[in-house]
């Protein structure tokens, strides 16, 4: 995405942001039970679909990168693992915050929980393994493999809650719960932004990334 166009698409995501807040916090209503701090749903769901999103780029970007070899896929696959490390501790910093008041507990080893957690190990010691692969494609490829193994955790995440014994809610559309409109509307504008939000740091990161690369080849040009 060029300069303009990034720029541009930066403030429409800012704007879609504060519209997310805007309904979560102004015009949905608060839930029967848990009241206001139900309010940290929008968020926590929102990160925790970007996270699945970020880390399935990771996977696909990690198999183009072991067919072609090209650069631009290993570049997009360590900026994705990034934004979705971001958003896995957003889902991590959230959850707490929401079980505080729905189990009385910052935190208990519930599957969900705990496979999440798993999943941010995961992607975090993918970015130490490429972060140390500058220069080196045994290293990416190295790289790449792990992303594309971790991502065998997403959908575990997604299907703990019913495959085992847990405190954590499914997901609403297999739960049955029905929710108020307003409430839905709000669901819907959050994951839309934050999924924006995605786009736009996952954009800002490979600019960055081609730029360190362009840099480390003039770099490389003057000392030749």
Known sequence: M????LTVFGVITFLAVTAALAMAFLVAPPERTMGEVQ????FHVASAWN????FAVVAAAGVMYLRTRERRWDLLGYASAEVGVLFTTVVLLTGPIWGKFAWLTWWTWDPRLT??????FIYVAYLVVRSSAEGSEAQARLAAVFGIIGF????IVFV?????????PVPITTAGIAMEPLMVAALVVSVLAFTALYAYLLNVRLRMERLSVEIAGLKADLRG
């Open 2 to 5: 060029k300069r303009d166009g």
């Open 39 to 42: 309010r940290i749903f929008y």
């Open 51 to 54: 996270a699945f999103l970020a």
């Open 115 to 120: 496979t999440t957690l798993i999943l941010w």
């Open 152 to 155: 065998v955790d997403v959908p």
């Open 160 to 168: 703990s809650a019913r495959w085992w014994r847990s405190i954590h």
